[in-house]
């Protein structure tokens, strides 16, 4: 985006984890910035319903974050996560390892 030295209103649609991040970008370019999500706030809720998944953060995510300075508090409050564990139907599991030991943390 281009700087005009206008300062805009900005609605980002959407607070999952490309929302919250162009969120931030506008912030830090000095626009005001609302977010818009359907979902409610799960810190507030008494019981949440529905998948719980790992979130890894990969190097690609690691190069966004640094953008806007939050690579270092992210990648802190994570823990390694050097590869996953596949399940068969028959019971057997299998260790695949993500890439590099430092390239890959779950949050």
Known sequence: MEDSGAKRKIGVIGGGLVGALNAIYFAKEGHEVAVYESRP???H???VVGRSINLA???RGRKALRAVGLEDEVVNSGIPMLGRMLHSHSGQTTVVPYGKSHQVRSL
């Open 41 to 43: 706030d799960i810190r």
């Open 45 to 47: 809720e008494e019981r």
């Open 57 to 59: 953060l990969s190097e």
